[in-house]
């Protein structure tokens, strides 16, 4: 947030204002269900066998840049792949059985605070 944290996850900083309650509570609870998109991960397999994973940042008809695990930015030309698939299943756990509700709560109010940089 705010230019600090890992770059392999959506930037929150301005997440209050984005996103209604309603879509970032069900983002705690089913985070699959709720995940946008571009934010899913890409799993692409080179053709000497190397596996790359990563959040998406482009993608053109034949390339695709990424930020891998190591939070490297990775090129790779679609005509190098042996495979390349969107990653259907979000990263983030679900916290429906891990907070009560006053937690749920509690990080609803904190995410809706998150409106980005004052002007």
Same mark, same amino acid.
Not at 4 to 26: C, T
Not at 62 to 87: C, S, T
């Given at each position: *947030?705010?230019?600090?944290?890992?770059?392999?996850?959506?930037?929150?900083?301005?997440?209050?204002?984005?996103?209604?309650?309603?879509?970032?509570?069900?983002?705690?609870?089913?985070?699959?269900?709720? *995940?946008?998109?571009?934010?899913?991960?890409?799993?692409?397999?080179?053709?000497?066998?190397?596996?790359?994973?990563?959040?998406?940042?482009?993608?053109?008809?034949?390339?695709?840049?990424?930020?891998?695990?190591?939070?490297?930015?990775?090129?790779?030309?679609?005509?190098?792949?042996?495979?390349?698939?969107?990653?259907?299943?979000?990263? *983030?756990?679900?916290?429906?059985?891990?907070?009560?509700?006053?937690?749920?709560?509690?990080?609803?109010?904190?995410?809706?605070?998150?409106?980005?940089?004052?002007?």
């Amino acid at each position: *947030m705010n230019g600090k944290g890992s770059r392999k996850a959506p930037n929150l900083s301005d997440v209050g204002s984005l996103r209604p309650a309603g879509v970032l509570q069900q983002s705690l609870v089913d985070p699959t269900g709720a *995940m946008l998109p571009l934010n899913r991960s890409i799993r692409a397999v080179l053709k000497d066998g190397k596996v790359v994973t990563g959040r998406r940042l482009n993608e053109d008809t034949y390339n695709v840049v990424l930020i891998d695990e190591q939070e490297r930015l990775v090129a790779l030309a679609k005509a190098d792949l042996r495979q390349f698939e969107v990653v259907k299943t979000s990263p *983030m756990p679900s916290y429906k059985d891990k907070l009560t509700s006053a937690e749920m709560a509690d990080i609803l109010a904190y995410l809706l605070s998150l409106k980005g940089p004052k002007s």
